[in-house]
């Protein structure tokens, strides 16, 4: 799973595409407590991409 910001979700995306070679779920994470930063940057992550 990739844990992204809103600007970095597609990259997301296309890194999980490439891995797995089947299109990702993308979830979003609705819980404000899970204080995790976006896998790309130091945004907060928005959403949970992977299979
Ligand atoms: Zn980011």
């Excluded at 797995?20 to 940057?41: A, Q």
Aim: charged fraction near 25%; glycine fraction near 2%; proline fraction near 4%.
């Amino acid at each position: 799973m990739i844990k992204c910001c809103d600007e970095h979700v597609e990259l997301a995306l296309d890194i999980v595409v490439d891995e797995h070679e089947v299109p990702p779920n993308m979830t979003k994470i609705e819980d404000e407590n899970l204080s995790t930063n976006c896998e790309f940057c130091q945004n907060k992550a928005v959403y949970l991409v992977g299979n």
